[in-house]
C-alpha cells in the first residue's frame, strides 16, 4: 500500500476530529438523559453537579448499587410546556452566572427534544444550551454548484461573518443552517437560501435531497450528536449568491479541486467539509481505484450520533 498522501491524511484527522466522542475518556463518565423513559441525550460529568442542584427539575436515578443510572426530568412536569419553561429556567440561571462558555453565544432560537428527528418533541431547548444536554442537534446544508460548457465542476463557498457565535469567518456552504423546533427540513431549507444567499424560493425549491452527514463530537463547548440533511442545487452560471443578512461576508466560486484542497484547512468549518466531502463522493470527485481510503471516508460521512441509542 502506498504512503498517505496530506490530503488523504488530512480528511481522517477530519472524520476523528468530528467523532471524536466515541474514542475520547470522556463517553464512558457521561450519563444518559432520559425523559419519560425516553433516551434523548446525554451528560457530561462537567455539567451534571450543576444540574443536581436543580432538584425541582433535574432528577438522578440512582442504580442497585448506588451509582447514577440515568438523569431525567421531575415527574410533575408532564407536558411539553411545563419541561420546557423549566428547563429554560435552569439554563437562562446558567446562562446569568456564566458557567458554560456555550451560553456565551445565546440564540433565542429553540430546539427540538426528541429521540428522533420524526418523533414528537417532549420538551424544547435554547439551541446554544442543547449541547449541555447532548441532545441531536439537526440541520440542512445546501451544495451550491454547476458545471461549465467543458464540463468542468465549480462549486459556490460561502464564508462566515466574523460575528458569528461560533466559527466566525471560516468557510462554509453556500447554504446551512439548524432547524429550529417546529420547522420541517425543505421549509427550513428555502428559508435559509433567501436569507444567507438571496437564492429565490422558485430555484431553493428544485434542490435535491441526497441524505445525510452525521457524527458526534465533544469540544469545550459540550456534546454534540449532529445530524445534517444534505441537498444538492444546480445553479445557473449566472447566478451569484448574495448575502440577505448578517450571517455571511461573502461568496467565492471555486473550481471543485481548490474546494477538496481547502476542505482539509484551518479555513473550512469542520462539518461542512465533511458534507462538502460527502459531495465528493457521491459525484466521483473522489474515487474508490485511486483513494485507499475511500472506505474509511464514506463510513466516517455517516456514523450514528450516540451509539447507546
Not at 450543576?50 to 443510572?69: A, S
Not at 468549518?269 to 458534507?275: E, F, G, Q, S, T
Request: net charge negative; proline share 5%.
Amino acid at each position: 500500500m502506498s504512503s498517505l498522501n496530506p490530503w488523504s491524511q488530512g480528511i481522517l484527522n477530519l472524520i476523528r476530529r468530528l467523532n471524536n466522542f466515541r474514542s475520547g475518556q470522556l463517553v464512558s463518565q457521561c450519563t444518559p438523559f432520559l425523559v419519560d423513559g425516553i433516551p434523548v441525550g446525554t451528560i457530561s460529568p462537567y455539567v451534571l453537579p450543576h444540574l443536581e442542584k436543580h432538584t425541582d427539575v433535574f432528577k438522578l436515578v440512582r442504580n442497585d448499587d448506588g451509582g447514577i443510572g440515568h438523569v431525567t426530568l421531575d415527574s410533575n412536569l408532564q407536558t411539553f410546556e411545563q419541561r420546557t419553561k423549566k428547563v429554560d429556567d435552569v439554563m437562562q440561571e446558567f446562562r446569568r452566572k456564566d458557567l458554560f462558555l456555550t451560553l456565551k453565544g445565546w440564540r433565542d432560537e429553540m430546539y427540538a427534544v426528541s429521540r428522533s428527528f420524526y418523533e414528537k418533541p417532549l420538551l424544547k431547548v435554547e439551541r446554544s444550551a442543547a449541547c449541555l444536554l447532548g441532545v441531536i442537534q439537526y440541520g440542512v446544508h445546501l451544495n451550491g454548484y454547476y458545471k461549465n460548457d467543458k464540463g468542468d465542476l465549480y462549486m459556490w463557498v460561502g464564508r462566515r461573518s466574523l460575528t458569528k457565535q461560533t466559527y466566525p469567518g471560516m468557510l462554509d456552504q453556500v447554504v446551512a443552517g439548524g432547524i429550529s423546533c417546529g420547522m420541517g427540513v425543505k421549509e427550513t431549507l428555502v428559508k435559509e437560501c433567501a436569507e444567507e444567499a438571496s437564492i429565490p424560493e422558485n430555484l431553493a425549491n428544485q434542490a435535491i435531497p441526497c441524505g445525510t452527514v452525521s457524527y458526534c463530537l465533544d469540544n469545550e463547548r459540550g456534546i454534540f450528536p449532529e445530524l445534517q440533511f444534505v441537498y444538492d442545487l444546480v445553479l445557473p452560471t449566472d447566478f451569484i449568491p448574495t448575502p440577505n443578512d448578517k450571517e455571511v461576508s461573502e461568496f467565492y466560486c471555486w473550481p471543485i479541486n481548490k474546494v477538496k484542497e481547502m476542505i482539509v484547512t484551518d479555513e473550512f468549518k469542520p462539518n461542512c467539509a465533511l458534507v462538502i466531502l460527502d459531495f465528493l463522493i457521491r459525484h466521483g470527485v473522489i474515487s474508490a481505484d485511486t483513494e485507499q481510503y475511500y472506505t474509511d471516508f464514506v463510513s466516517g460521512c455517516h456514523q450514528t450520533p450516540l451509539d447507546q441509542w
